[in-house]
């Protein structure tokens, strides 16, 4: 049962660079999400996304972008990564029934010089 | 305005002690659900338990137990006879009906260290 797997784990990028965050689930939840989680401040929601082919912003978008082609997947995208990116991302899925808990992956730290 | 307020951002007790992380939420929904999440060091987020808004029964679980009042708009957790492997960031989060998305607003996180 691998649930939420979040591709990479690590990764450290240069000021300007780009990069793709892959999250996939195989619960076949309808729902998807993208956090970032800073130092005392919990988790922020960046996106989200109720359906494969949909996505909305969430509390902290800038800077990124996301797509959802297919139903398990839901990439993360930094065009030109910044230092103020520097976070642990977590990926996030759930049925769509609000009393559902989000089920996490085990987070990607990034790192931008 | 900060929905979900953990005020506690570090812990400390020894072990054996009992512990009782605050949460204090912040909603104008009358159908919303609550959440506590574990942070381990390892880093992974586990799902505890899930509370929606009409049922204010208290839970036990083992040495956790959880008290939800809606009249102080607080859902907190105790750890009964902490242990060591209790050592993590405790996170509380709620999801209101109303919201698109379900999406999850979080605490700020408490910091539970228990020393042996």
């Known amino acids: 049962n691998a649930g939420v797997t979040q591709t990479p784990k690590f990764r450290v990028l240069k000021t300007g660079q780009s990069m793709t965050l892959l999250c996939a689930q195989d619960?076949?939840?309808?729902?998807m999400y993208w956090y970032r989680q800073d130092p005392g401040m919990g988790l922020r929601l960046i996106h989200y996304s109720v359906g494969e082919g949909t996505t909305a912003k969430g509390e902290v978008p800038d800077g990124y972008n996301v797509s959802r082609l297919k139903k398990q997947n839901f990439l993360l995208g930094l065009e030109s990564a910044a230092p103020s990116q520097t976070s642990v991302y977590f990926c996030?899925?759930?049925?769509?029934?609000?009393?559902?808990?989000?089920?996490f992956g085990d987070g990607t730290r990034l790192s931008i010089l | 305005a900060q929905k979900v307020t953990q005020a506690q951002t570090e812990i400390s007790v020894v072990e054996k002690e009992d512990v009782t992380l605050d949460c204090v939420y912040e909603t104008r929904d009358t159908t919303y659900y609550l959440f506590w999440y574990k942070q381990p060091p390892s880093g992974e987020l586990v799902f505890l338990i899930r509370r929606n808004s009409f049922d204010e029964q208290n839970e036990i679980s083992g040495r956790y137990s959880w008290n939800f009042q809606k009249s102080t708009s607080s859902f907190n957790f105790t750890i009964t006879a902490s242990q060591v492997v209790d050592s993590a960031v405790y996170f509380c989060a709620l999801s209101e009906e109303g919201v698109a998305g379900n999406m999850l607003t979080f605490g700020g996180g408490t910091r539970l260290m228990v020393k042996p």
């Open positions: 619960m076949n939840h309808e729902y």
């Open positions: 996030a899925s759930s049925y769509q029934q609000g009393s559902q808990p989000q089920h």
